[in-house]
């Protein structure tokens, strides 16, 4: 009750008892006094919402009067409430109905009069079915039902029967609430899930037919579509976490600058903006005003709110998912939902690449193996066999020619299949390069950056012989000094080095000079950074995965300075001064 006036009101209906003018002269002092000689009048200032603090009345009256009080307050609730109530009697008439129901549009009011007349109809089946009365708190169970009204609209109802003193249900209670916005974001998580698992699921035919680069081109393509067509979303950096370094390295942009990526943030609550943050603490941050917020760091041009999420996987950060508006309060709650559960599919997508990139970095390994073993007792009956024949065919120079020839070529093969098993350690048929100082290649600087010993200096002996001026460095520290110092026609580096990786060493060389050209090089595709795709976006020459024949370095050489090696050459040929092929 309203307690704000000077006076405490009281409502006084003279009655029979009651002298009126005596009750007048004993509260009027001390209250606000409303005097009614008829209790129509009376009932209609309580139901016009006059408040009270107290109702004087003959015992007669009073009874009337409480049940006006009560009218008014459950009528003040069901008003009040945000869902439409209503009665439905059996034959389809809506008896009462509070003021949100009937607001509901037209369209929605005739469906819930529908609804009730099949919920009562099916009370009345159940009830009537039943050989023996069902208690009474089981016959008076609600239905839920649900159902829509045009493209958008969704409502949901409770609907219970009203079983009369003979047992009889012949009205039901409708309950209705507007369920379009859950809906909506039910059917927004649901789309999300499904894109999720479309991210994941890498059809072992498709996939094994790709390179680790398609591989993740693949995934990075599916997650900007996803990441716009369904949170519409078109600013994002996504940056996975190097345990060693406990730096996020940028690996899919999308719609930032770059020198959004040249900020290096590590995975510190402080000193590291809003993803280091993310990243150390595990919890998700909405920016809704970033030139306010003090843990902002360059991203977007102009940008005025952020969203980052963490990526997990089994409970680890793994990285974080950066999303970036020029909208001040573009973010809320939902799509800081939705972003942790898509955030969820990326890190496992992510992992799945890694491993099926290490188990084939093993797996090849013991293929390999497993061939020589193979191969080595029939490859040793063939040279027993040819040696025999050679000491049978005394004399026919010629034949006893052709048998050495076999014998040569099996052990050909047997160093082959040696260098294989060598697996990334090695560079195939580097033995064949001839020294040619007149080379296209002559006088180029090139620098080979790799922590295996063999790599660098069958590399170093390749280009050396024809006439480059080689550097070499066994970490990514001394490949950066290089760079910087010595004006290099050509990078080769390894992407798994000690203090850099493949991408840093490719960005140090952009730094130096915008078309410097670089070739990347790993073991069996292994890329733990993502190194190849993101130096592909930006102008990576080239690809090798180790075991390479030198071949394919020297064609990946060609293409990358712009040389030209012999007119006869075929793919992956050198042609030498004198028109043979090496």
Same mark, same amino acid.
């Given at each position: 009750?309203?307690?704000s006036?000077?006076?405490?009101?009281v409502?006084?209906?003279?009655?029979?008892? &009651?002298?009126?003018?005596?009750?007048?002269?004993?509260l009027?002092?001390?209250?606000?006094?409303?005097?009614? +000689?008829?209790?129509?009048?009376?009932?209609?200032a309580l139901k016009?919402?006059?408040?009270?603090?107290?109702?004087?009345? +003959?015992?007669?009256?009073?009874?009337?009067?409480?049940?006006?009080?009560?009218?008014?307050?459950?009528n003040?609730?069901?008003?009040?409430?945000?869902?439409?109530?209503?009665?439905? !009697?059996?034959?389809?008439?809506?008896?009462?109905?509070?003021?949100?129901?009937?607001?509901?549009?037209?369209?929605?009011?005739?469906?819930?009069?529908?609804?009730?007349?099949?919920?009562?109809?099916?009370?009345?089946?159940?009830?009537?079915?039943?050989?023996?009365?069902?208690?009474?708190?089981?016959?008076?169970?609600s239905r839920?039902?649900?159902?829509?009204?045009?493209?958008?609209?969704?409502?949901?109802a409770?609907?219970?029967?009203?079983?009369?003193? #003979?047992?009889?249900?012949?009205?039901?209670?409708a309950?209705?609430?507007?369920?379009?916005?859950?809906?909506?974001?039910?059917?927004?998580?649901?789309a999300?899930?499904?894109?999720?698992?479309?991210?994941?699921?890498?059809?072992?035919?498709?996939?094994?037919?790709?390179? @680790?680069?398609?591989?993740?081109?693949?995934?990075?393509?599916?997650?900007?579509?996803?990441?716009?067509?369904?949170? /519409?979303?078109?600013?994002?950096?996504?940056?996975?976490?190097n345990?060693k370094?406990?730096?996020?390295?940028?690996?899919?942009?999308?719609?930032?600058?770059?020198?959004?990526?040249?900020?290096?943030?590590?995975?510190?609550?402080?000193?590291?903006?809003?993803?280091?943050?993310?990243?150390?603490?595990?919890?998700?941050?909405?920016a /809704?005003?970033?030139?306010?917020?003090?843990?902002?760091v360059?991203?977007?041009?102009?940008?005025?709110?952020?969203?980052?999420?963490?990526?997990?996987?089994?409970d680890?950060?793994?990285?974080?998912?950066?999303?970036?508006?020029?909208?001040?309060?573009a973010?809320?709650?939902?799509?800081?939902?939705?972003?942790?559960?898509?955030?969820?599919?990326?890190?496992i997508?992510l992992?799945?690449?890694?491993?099926?990139?290490?188990?084939?970095?093993?797996?090849?390994?013991?293929?390999?193996?497993?061939?020589?073993?193979?191969?080595?007792?029939?490859?040793?009956?063939?040279? &027993?066999?040819?040696?025999?024949?050679?000491?049978?065919?005394?004399?026919n120079?010629?034949?006893?020619?052709?048998?050495?020839?076999?014998?040569?070529?099996v052990e050909?093969?047997?160093?082959?299949?040696?260098?294989?098993t060598?697996?990334?350690?090695?560079?195939?048929d580097?033995?064949?390069?001839?020294?040619?100082?007149d080379?296209?290649?002559?006088?180029?600087?090139?620098?080979?950056? !790799?922590?295996?010993?063999?790599i660098?200096?069958?590399?170093d002996?390749?280009?050396?012989?024809?006439?480059?001026?080689?550097?070499?460095?066994?970490?990514?520290?001394?490949? @950066?000094?290089?760079?910087?110092?010595?004006?290099?026609?050509?990078?080769?580096?390894d992407?798994r080095?000690p /203090?850099?990786?493949?991408?840093?060493?490719?960005a140090a060389a952009?730094r130096?000079?915008? +078309?410097?050209?670089?070739?990347?090089?790993t073991?069996?595709?292994? #890329?733990?950074h993502h190194?190849?795709?993101?130096?592909?976006q930006e102008g990576?020459?080239?690809?090798?995965?180790?075991?390479?024949?030198i071949?394919?370095?020297?064609?990946?050489?060609?293409?990358?300075?712009?040389?030209?090696?012999?007119?006869?050459?075929?793919?992956?040929?050198r042609?030498?001064?004198?028109?043979?092929?090496?």
């Open positions: 009750m309203d307690m006036s000077e006076k405490p009101r409502l006084i209906l003279s009655g029979e008892v &009651t002298e009126v003018e005596d009750v007048v002269g004993v009027g002092n001390c209250f606000s006094l409303d005097v009614f +000689d008829r209790v129509d009048d009376a009932l209609r016009g919402g006059e408040n009270y603090h107290a109702i004087f009345a +003959d015992v007669g009256d009073f009874l009337p009067l409480e049940r006006a009080l009560v009218e008014q307050q459950a003040m609730v069901l008003n009040t409430i945000g869902e439409g109530v209503c009665v439905v !009697d059996d034959v389809g008439k809506c008896v009462w109905a509070n003021e949100r129901m009937l607001g509901f549009p037209a369209s929605v009011y005739d469906r819930i009069k529908q609804l009730c007349c099949s919920a009562l109809e099916m009370f009345v089946k159940q009830s009537s079915r039943s050989a023996k009365p069902e208690p009474i708190e089981h016959r008076r169970r839920k039902f649900g159902f829509q009204v045009g493209e958008a609209d969704y409502y949901e409770f609907i219970s029967p009203v079983i009369g003193d #003979d047992g009889v249900v012949k009205q039901v209670v309950v209705v609430w507007d369920a379009s916005s859950g809906r909506r974001l039910q059917q927004k998580i649901d999300i899930d499904a894109a999720g698992r479309e991210l994941v699921r890498l059809e072992a035919d498709n996939i094994g037919k790709m390179s @680790v680069p398609d591989r993740l081109k693949l995934l990075e393509d599916k997650i900007i579509r996803f990441t716009s067509d369904l949170m /519409h979303f078109d600013h994002f950096i996504i940056r996975l976490l345990k370094s406990n730096q996020l390295e940028p690996v899919i942009t999308v719609g930032l600058p770059s020198e959004a990526l040249e900020v290096d943030l590590y995975a510190e609550p402080e000193g590291n903006g809003i993803s280091g943050w993310v990243a150390a603490t595990g919890r998700s941050y909405i /809704h005003d970033v030139e306010k917020d003090p843990r902002y360059l991203g977007l041009d102009h940008a005025k709110s952020s969203l980052t999420v963490p990526l997990r996987l089994h680890k950060i793994i990285g974080v998912f950066n999303v970036e508006s020029q909208t001040s309060g973010f809320c709650e939902d799509d800081r939902q939705f972003l942790e559960i898509f955030g969820r599919y990326i890190a997508a992992n799945i690449l890694d491993l099926l990139v290490v188990e084939r970095f093993t797996a090849t390994g013991r293929i390999a193996e497993g061939v020589v073993r193979e191969m080595s007792e029939p490859l040793n009956d063939i040279v &027993t066999e040819a040696q025999t024949l050679i000491e049978e065919f005394i004399g120079d010629e034949l006893r020619h052709r048998l050495g020839s076999i014998v040569d070529n050909k093969m047997r160093g082959t299949l040696r260098q294989v060598e697996g990334p350690n090695t560079i195939l580097a033995e064949k390069v001839q020294g040619d100082a080379s296209p290649f002559a006088g180029k600087r090139v620098l080979v950056a !790799d922590d295996e010993g063999n660098r200096k069958t590399i002996d390749v280009l050396t012989k024809l006439g480059c001026n080689v550097f070499v460095s066994k970490d990514g520290h001394e490949a @950066v000094n290089i760079i910087d110092s010595q004006g290099l026609d050509l990078v080769i580096s992407i080095m /203090h850099r990786n493949g991408y840093e060493i490719f952009q130096v000079r915008q +078309d410097l050209p670089v070739i990347l090089m073991g069996f595709g292994y #890329d733990p190194s190849i795709v993101r130096a592909s990576l020459a080239a690809v090798l995965y180790k075991p390479f024949k071949d394919q370095l020297l064609e990946e050489v060609q293409k990358a300075t712009g040389t030209v090696v012999g007119e006869r050459g075929g793919q992956g040929e042609v030498d001064k004198k028109g043979e092929t090496a």
